[in-house]
């Protein structure tokens, strides 16, 4: 049943998660943006960057008079950050400006859905010597061969890939650089063939958006310089793994612009040797590997009954954040757990990929009392010791007081426990007259006996009797409430709206969770106190409905009871949820009949 449960859950998030990611990108608003430089170098090409956030949309290029042109690529992404979901198309131009002075590059507008965009307007400022007059320099120091050769020298351009570690455990951390090397003047890129890293969990650490050159001098021979790419690499499986070579062609010139040419510059193939973890992995063991620490907190210690309460587990350090389990936290019976929520706050910086990971989990106090959430241990294998470490952190003491909200926890049942007192004094003697009986006279066939007989016959014949009209009554009274389960919901769905405009959300939430367990315990004709998520399964199963339908009404109960409580960064509009609870009802009002 908890397996079951589990699945139904994920299946409601994935859900929830695709209906409120296409929500998300037909809602935003359409624009036009260019951006580059303020300020560049003459004669070191640069790029201008017009982007849309949305697909399939046809942007005229723009106006680059005066602009030394070198090529025009695209790309296109989407993200989803805190369920904010973001489109965008970019088209990306390469230039270079040959002399000094102030230039501009006019808007552009696009028609989109019978609709014209403009974009902002750019204004670059190029500063140093006339190209022209440069390049003429370099010819004279030629020679004053104005007929342009390109180098056919392998050694003139390439690209060199160094890695941190050659020799690493799986799992473990490596920092690659890879960087262009060139003795030509760089005026553009074809194209750029990046590895697969076939085998190894990649994460970028420095991409750069524009590309300038340093010098740099190596044998004696003066190359421009740059870093082209840096990853943080992970390495999955034991073995000799390959990274693959960096193949990046490029357009290179004679510093005038007139003359140019292509040229691919490549990177060696670079190998390396990945052992397995030792033997002895701790109990709990889920992967992680590098240095890490960890901490157990929780907004509050003391709650009321069924108020919910948010326990973070954060592990800190430096490693393979994305690559290991959820530590298990171990909650007393008496809460509610809720799945977690994950969290990152993670840097790529010179030493390769370090922060903090936090899973926030959202409890609900069933049960008043002292409760301890013991102490949630986490076990690594630190590459610097070359040995596994178990540590933990310290437990959190939860006091829960207060009684129960009815409206809200109509579902959760609670157990109770009788005392029985056993026990009894012995009875005073009696004393004076005592009226003897024959202790020979029996009871059975006498007429008290038949007497008592008659009278539970009558009993009896009464309590049948009682029973039947109870039953008839009841009968009665459940299928008037069964009838009218739909109209009961939707009054209650009303009230809910009314909330929902002028914003109340805890007044949204009760008028929504009411409607429907309130819905269920008319329509299955179970007291709303005895409404359970088992009970409601079982019945379902009784009356010949599909388990299908049962499953959806209690995914879109948990999506309520969860955004009742979730904090307002993980809250979704209260129009979503009306909606959701809303076509609940509907749905299963087609099905129960």
Request: with cysteine; hydrophobic share 40%; net charge positive.
């Amino acid at each position: 049943m908890v397996i079951r449960y589990f699945k139904m859950i994920s299946k409601l998030a994935v859900f929830l998660l695709l209906t409120f990611t296409v929500l998300g990108v037909e809602a935003q608003d359409f624009e036009v943006s260019m951006r580059a430089p303020s300020n560049v170098t003459t004669g070191v090409p640069f790029r201008i960057e017009v982007s849309v956030n949305a697909q399939n949309v046809r942007v005229p290029d723009p106006q680059l008079k005066g602009f030394n042109y070198y090529g025009r690529s695209t790309s296109s992404s989407m993200s989803i950050i805190n369920g904010d979901v973001t489109v965008r198309s970019s088209s990306i131009y390469t230039v270079s400006l040959d002399k000094a002075g102030v230039y501009t590059v006019p808007a552009i507008s696009v028609d989109y859905n019978g609709k014209k965009y403009t974009s902002n307007s750019l204004t670059i400022t190029a500063s140093g010597d006339d190209v022209s007059n440069n390049s003429q320099a370099a010819n004279d120091s030629k020679g004053g061969d104005s007929q342009y050769t390109p180098p056919s020298s392998t050694g003139d351009l390439f690209v060199d890939v160094n890695c941190n570690k050659s020799e690493v455990y799986v799992g473990e951390q490596i920092l690659m650089t890879a960087s262009v090397y060139s003795r030509y003047n760089i005026t553009g890129v074809e194209d750029n063939k990046i590895p697969s890293f076939a085998g190894f969990w990649a994460q970028d650490v420095y991409a750069p958006r524009n590309i300038s050159f340093d010098r740099k001098v190596i044998n004696n021979t003066e190359y421009l310089y740059t870093v082209w790419h840096k990853k943080a690499l992970f390495a999955q499986k034991q073995g000799t793994l390959e990274i693959e070579p960096y193949e990046i062609k490029f357009i290179v010139s004679d510093g005038w612009g007139f003359r140019t040419a292509k040229k691919t510059a490549k990177s060696k193939l670079k190998q390396i040797k990945v052992k397995a973890l030792p033997a002895g992995k701790p109990d709990g063991f889920g992967g992680a590997v590098g240095s890490f620490s960890i901490s157990v907190s929780a907004d509050r210690t003391e709650v009321n009954l069924d108020e919910p309460l948010t326990v973070k587990l954060t592990v800190k350090g430096a490693g393979n954040f994305q690559l290991f389990e959820t530590p298990k936290v171990d909650f007393p019976s008496a809460f509610e757990k809720f799945e977690p929520k994950s969290a990152e706050n993670i840097s790529a910086g010179a030493n390769g990929i370090s922060g903090t990971k936090t899973f926030s989990y959202m409890v609900i106090a069933r049960q008043n009392g002292e409760f301890e959430i013991p102490p949630v241990k986490f076990s690594y294998f630190d590459p610097a010791t070359k040995s596994y470490k178990t540590i933990e952190s310290k437990p959190l003491n939860i006091s829960v007081k207060g009684e129960r909200d009815s409206t809200v926890s109509a579902a959760v049942s609670v157990i109770k426990s009788d005392v029985e007192n056993l026990g009894s004094d012995i009875k005073f003697i009696k004393q004076g007259n005592v009226k003897l009986r024959n202790g020979n006279k029996k009871f059975f066939n006498s007429f008290e006996f038949w007497l008592f007989v008659i009278l539970l016959l009558v009993i009896f014949a009464g309590v049948i009797a009682l029973r039947y009209q109870q039953i008839k009554n009841n009968a009665d009274i459940i299928g008037v409430k069964n009838r009218r389960a739909g109209k009961t919901s939707k009054k209650r769905l009303k009230k809910a709206a009314a909330f929902m405009k002028d914003n109340k959300k805890d007044e949204f939430y009760v008028e929504i969770l009411s409607a429907l367990w309130g819905y269920l315990s008319d329509k299955l004709s179970i007291p709303t106190a005895d409404l359970t998520r088992d009970n409601v399964f079982e019945t379902f199963a009784l009356k010949g409905i599909p388990e299908e339908s049962a499953k959806k009404f209690i995914g879109v109960l948990d999506t309520c009871e969860f955004e009742h409580y979730a904090p307002e960064s993980l809250s979704h509009p209260l129009e979503n949820i009306y909606k959701l609870a809303a076509e609940a009802i509907e749905n299963l009002e087609t099905v129960i009949k």
